[in-house]
C-alpha cells in the first residue's frame, strides 16, 4: 500500500513570505501529526488531527497553523516565514490516534 | 527535564556485531508507549520497533530487539549482526497520552550510529 506522502520535498522561500507544506495519509488512516526537524532543537510536536479537527498543538507560535480535509489529507501553514523555520517537517500518519505512527521522507524547507 | 535521554550522540560498530543504544524516559502516564527510529540521511523516520507499557515481553522485529526494563524507565535497541545499510540517526520516542483522547510523540536527541566494514 501506499505510504505517507509529503510534498513538496523541497521548498526554497524567503523572509516574510508564507508556506504551504502538504501531507497524503496511508489510505484509512485518520489521524496526522506534525513535526519540526531542526539540527539544534531536534524534533519537536507541532500538532495532531484527527477527523478534521486540530486535537493537540505543540509549543509554537501562532504563525504555525494547519488543518485535515475529509479525506484526511492535511495541509500545514506558516505565515511571516523567518531564518530559524528552516527545517525538516515531517508527518506522521496513524490509524487511530496514539497508535502505528508512520511517518512521510518530510519536506525540507529553507529560509532565505 | 528532559523526558526522553539517548545519553550516546554517536556510537561505532563493526559489521557483523551487536551494538546497544540507549534510551530512558520520564512519564507519570500509566499507558505510554515506546517507540524506536531509524533516520537515514534521505530524511525519512523508518519505523523500527515498538514496546508497550504493559507488554511483558521484550519487543523483537528481525535483527533489532528491545531491552525494555520499566522500573528502571530504560528502553534500550539492541541490533545484532550490524550491516552496513544500519548506519543512520537513531531515535528513541515516548507516546503519551495527553486527555481526551490526544496523543503526543516525544522524541530523544538521537544517536548517530556508524558502522565500520
Known amino acids: 500500500k501506499a505510504g505517507v506522502t509529503q510534498t513538496p520535498r523541497y521548498l526554497i522561500k524567503t523572509r516574510g513570505q508564507q508556506v504551504t507544506l502538504s501531507c497524503s495519509p496511508i489510505?484509512?488512516?485518520?489521524?496526522v501529526s506534525w513535526y519540526q526537524q531542526t539540527p539544534g532543537q531536534g524534533l519537536q510536536f507541532l500538532f495532531e488531527?484527527?477527523?478534521?479537527?486540530?486535537?493537540n498543538k505543540g509549543n509554537f507560535p501562532g504563525r504555525f497553523s494547519g488543518r485535515q480535509f475529509s479525506n484526511s489529507r492535511s495541509e500545514m501553514n506558516v505565515s511571516t516565514l523567518e531564518l530559524g523555520d528552516s527545517a525538516l517537517y515531517l508527518c506522521?500518519?496513524?490509524?487511530?490516534?496514539?497508535?502505528?505512527?508512520?511517518f512521510g521522507s518530510g519536506t525540507r524547507l529553507t529560509v532565505v | 527535564a528532559q523526558k526522553i535521554t539517548q545519553t550516546q550522540p554517536g556510537m561505532f560498530v563493526q559489521e557483523k556485531e551487536a551494538v546497544t543504544l540507549d534510551c530512558t524516559y520520564d512519564?507519570?502516564?500509566?499507558?505510554?508507549?515506546l517507540f524506536w527510529y531509524k533516520q537515514p540521511s534521505s530524511g525519512e523516520m523508518i519505523f523500527l520497533i515498538y514496546?508497550?507499557?504493559?507488554?511483558?515481553q521484550n519487543a523483537t522485529e528481525g535483527r533489532y530487539s528491545l531491552n525494555f526494563q520499566k522500573a528502571r524507565k530504560s528502553a534500550n535497541l539492541v541490533i545484532s549482526a550490524s550491516q552496513l545499510g544500519d548506519s543512520a540517526m537513531y531515535f528513541c520516542a515516548m507516546r503519551e497520552g495527553l486527555g481526551a483522547g490526544s496523543y503526543q510523540l516525544t522524541f530523544g536527541k538521537g544517536t548517530k550510529l556508524s558502522v565500520i566494514p
Open positions: 488531527y484527527f477527523s478534521e479537527t486540530q486535537r
Open positions: 512519564t507519570s502516564d500509566p499507558s505510554y508507549g
Open positions: 514496546q508497550g507499557s504493559y507488554d511483558q
Open positions: 489510505s484509512g488512516h485518520r489521524s
Open positions: 506522521a500518519s496513524s490509524p487511530r490516534q496514539g497508535d502505528g505512527y508512520t
